[in-house]
């Protein structure tokens, strides 16, 4: 069973990250283990109550990232996609 480092965002806008192996958009709920470690806190995560899943590389982080709002240049490969969420948010 493979394991997926996940940052999850819900429409509350709280944030938690770990680890899930069970997490697919079309169940209703699936299991995080909060630090990524299996043997710590395991939660039970509504995939109603949620805005976003991402899966990461690291749960570090850049907090100097400046985040490009809209498309720069020609893709090298793969579609854009730009997402408007519920709450006005969008992201590229």
């Known amino acids: 069973m493979s394991v997926n480092k996940i940052v999850v965002r819900g429409k509350d806008g709280k944030i938690l990250k770990g680890a899930t192996a069970d997490f697919l958009p079309n169940k209703p709920v699936f299991h995080l283990i909060t630090g990524g470690i299996p043997g710590e806190e395991v939660r039970e995560i509504f995939v109603d109550d949620l805005k976003a899943v991402f899966y990461v590389k690291s749960f570090d982080g850049n907090k100097d990232y400046n985040d490009i709002r809209g498309f720069i240049g020609r893709p090298r490969e793969g579609k854009r ?12």
Do not use: A, L, N, R
């Open 81 to 92: 996609v730009k997402v408007i969420f519920e709450d006005g948010e969008v992201i590229f």
